[in-house]
């Protein structure tokens, strides 16, 4: 029986927190993988619940009632490009000896996957190879994943995989598992598209506290900043039917509350997509909890639309606005408008969700962006009574704001991470500080305003 070890590297960087951070498309291969018969094994170097950080390093699990929490961290020495920079540095997941003593246990592999996620995270996906390359040097690795896609020519001179695969084409990937293993795995069983691939294999954790889930892949939008768009090629959706079969079998299988959608588009054809999804988990009488860390599209929300997401348990939910530029919303992408967005906040608004309950990402750091957009914007979204929520420009190869960055194709992804930026010029980080302090100030003003009013009425 051929054997398979899945790893999912560290977090190198100067801050890193759990905010429903899972390697999902490397779980979805584990289970088509397993489907195929091959032997799994796993390692989420990430995982806040890895047994040996309570027993061996007696490090209790940090969370909230959502499943989010703080990482085990070491501090590193910086890299020699990034020693001018005045933070510390961080090895964010489990310790390197309890990934040694995990790969210590396990018989030889047949084949090795590595995923990775932010271009600049990639020194943890150099250490999980050496230190595997060291104990299974006859073993082929093949590395893919955000950071080997989007720098696909760093990662295949740098990272000492025997293969970097480019693209979310499942198909393709498992041709190079079979070209690497001499595996001729049947026709019949390989997935054809996203709507055949079986459920992620959360099993494979000791504990889940929230799982990650899509309704589709890709986006509809060509957004001038993001990598969605490279990451998968085209938009698809899978069937209402479908999503909440998985949802449903999660929580009556793993007992999960908590879901996340990672979809970039999930109110794209509301009416038949979004609206049918939660009609039909209304209709199961689930007592879970919803998540949209990366944000709806205020143009899909709709009144009806907006009571039913407060009624089923989408908690705090966030929209993208990203600046109250009416030129740059429409050249960056044209995905929303001003009018939009105070629209949809009246709508949630009025389906229950109080004052500061709805996040709004605001950017900052764009290329050619003055502070002022970025102070208006935040003002704008404070009057709304939505929480201001920044989110830091950070340069992602082949994107168009990154051919107007003119930063070149050989600049060192450590270079991508938006931290970094203000660093380089210090009257620019007093600026970016005084964004952030504004936005803080102007959060706690909206929930002292909140809690007054609440006392208020008690009274």
């Not at 047949?110 to 932010?118: C, E, H, K, N, Q």
């Not at 598209?193 to 889930?213: G, I």
């Not at 407060?310 to 408008?337: C, D, H, M, W, Y």
């Amino acid at each position: 029986m051929l054997s398979a070890l899945l790893v999912y590297p560290w977090i190198y960087d100067f801050a890193a927190y759990d905010l429903w951070l899972k390697p999902l498309g490397l779980l979805y291969i584990a289970s088509i993988l397993k489907n195929l018969g091959i032997e799994v094994s796993f390692i989420d170097c990430l995982d806040r619940y890895y047994e040996s950080l309570s027993h061996s390093f007696g490090k209790s699990v940090s969370r909230n009632k959502y499943g989010c929490g703080k990482y085990y961290y070491e501090e590193v020495e910086k890299p020699q490009l990034l020693k001018k920079f005045p933070r510390r540095y961080k090895r964010y997941g489990i310790p390197v000896q309890v990934f040694t003593e995990k790969i210590n246990e396990l018989s030889t592999p047949d084949i090795i996957l590595v995923s990775s996620g932010m271009t600049y995270w990639y020194p943890g996906v150099f250490e999980a190879i050496k230190i595997l390359k060291v104990k299974f040097p006859k073993v082929p690795i093949i590395l893919g994943g955000t950071y080997a896609t989007l720098c696909y020519q760093h990662a295949l001179e740098g990272s000492g995989a025997d293969y970097v695969f480019k693209g979310g084409d499942m198909g393709r990937l498992i041709k190079i598992v079979e070209e690497n293993t001499g595996a001729n795995f049947s026709q019949e069983k390989l997935p054809l598209d996203f709507s055949s691939w079986p459920y992620p294999a959360y099993d494979l954790y000791r504990m889940n506290e929230y799982v990650a889930l899509r309704s589709s892949l890709g986006c509809p939008f060509r957004c001038t900043y993001c990598a969605v768009n490279l990451l998968n090629r085209k938009f698809e959706q899978r069937t209402p039917e479908l999503v909440v079969r998985e949802i449903e079998y999660f929580h009556n299988n793993l007992g999960v509350k908590n879901f996340v959608f990672y979809d970039d588009s999930l109110l794209f054809d509301e009416q038949k997509h979004f609206r049918r999804i939660v009609e039909l988990i209304f209709d199961l009488r689930l007592d879970c909890f919803f998540h949209t860390p990366n944000g709806l599209q205020a143009r899909f929300i709709t009144n009806d639309g907006a009571r039913l997401m407060n009624r089923l348990g989408f908690i705090n939910p966030r929209l993208s606005l990203e600046t109250l530029n009416e030129k740059r919303q429409a050249t960056s992408g044209n995905k929303v408008t001003t009018g939009e967005v105070e629209r949809a906040v009246r709508y949630l608004e009025e389906a229950g969700y109080s004052p500061g309950q709805v996040g709004i990402y605001v950017m900052m750091g764009v290329p050619d962006q003055p502070f002022e957009e970025v102070y208006e914007t935040m003002q704008f979204v404070h009057g709304l009574g939505a929480k201001i929520l920044l989110a830091e420009y950070s340069p992602i190869p082949g994107t168009k704001e990154w051919e107007k960055s003119l930063l070149g194709d050989n600049i060192d992804p450590l270079l991508h991470n938006n931290s970094l930026f203000p660093l380089h010029d210090i009257e620019e980080w007093k600026e970016f500080q005084k964004l952030k302090d504004e936005a803080r100030r102007l959060n706690r003003r909206l929930v002292d305003h909140t809690s007054s009013n609440r006392r208020e009425r008690a009274f």
